[in-house]
């Protein structure tokens, strides 16, 4: 059973900079495709950007493309998000997840482990 903890959240202007982390336990970090989702009030949770096994292959929502880079790293057993040129629309509930499986995974319902979120507040 993988353990997923995000870490990073905060409060930020509009135009700004924050960086998510997600820190896996309890196992093979690498067998895992990994993705990012987000949760606002009242609204559906939605993927932000997922990434394959080994990083070789990622996708993004359309909302995020062009400021979002999600990436990993293997050795630490750590997933990232670096979000760039932050909207209020961006602001919500962020959480990372798990799927043993080798490809990208883009729907919430595939998913397998979910970390408990972490708050990305962006002001206006």
């Known amino acids: 059973q993988v353990q997923l903890v995000e870490s990073g959240g905060g409060l930020v202007q509009a135009g700004g900079s924050l960086r998510l982390s997600c820190a896996a336990s309890?196992?093979?970090?690498?067998?895992?495709?990994m993705g990012w989702f987000r949760q606002a009030p009242g609204k559906e949770r939605e993927v932000v950007a997922a990434?394959?096994?080994?990083?070789?292959?990622?996708y993004y929502a359309d909302s995020v493309k062009g400021r979002f880079t999600i990436s990993r790293d293997n050795a630490k057993n750590t997933m990232y998000l670096q979000m760039n040129t932050l909207k209020p629309e961006d602001t919500a509930v962020y959480f990372c997840?798990?799927?043993?499986?080798?490809?990208?995974?883009?729907?919430?319902?595939?998913?397998?482990?979910w970390g408990q979120g972490t708050q990305v507040t962006v002001s206006s």
């Open positions: 309890g196992g093979t970090f690498r067998s895992y495709a």
């Open positions: 997840a798990a799927k043993q499986w080798q490809w990208v995974v883009t729907t919430a319902p595939e998913y397998d482990y």
């Open positions: 990434i394959k096994w080994n990083g070789g292959s990622t």
